[in-house]
């Protein structure tokens, strides 16, 4: 039910994965804006919606355990 989102947020990692984790960025400020811009295209994308069916899968397997 959320493979369209998955690959759509996967595709937003992929964007923006070299450039926060290599040091790239010259500025705490630089980091900062990148970082709020990869967030707001996770977000638009629908990684809400992906945390909320793991977790609705998570909380259905702990209620039969």
Do not use: C, H
């Amino acid at each position: 039910p959320i493979s369209n989102e998955i690959a759509a947020t996967t595709n937003v990692v992929m964007e923006y994965r070299d450039i926060i984790r290599s040091g790239q960025l010259e500025s705490q400020d630089e980091v900062d804006a990148t970082v709020d811009e990869f967030v707001a295209k996770l977000k638009a994308n629908n990684v809400d919606k992906i945390v909320e069916e793991v977790q609705r899968q998570v909380d259905e397997w702990k209620a039969k355990k």
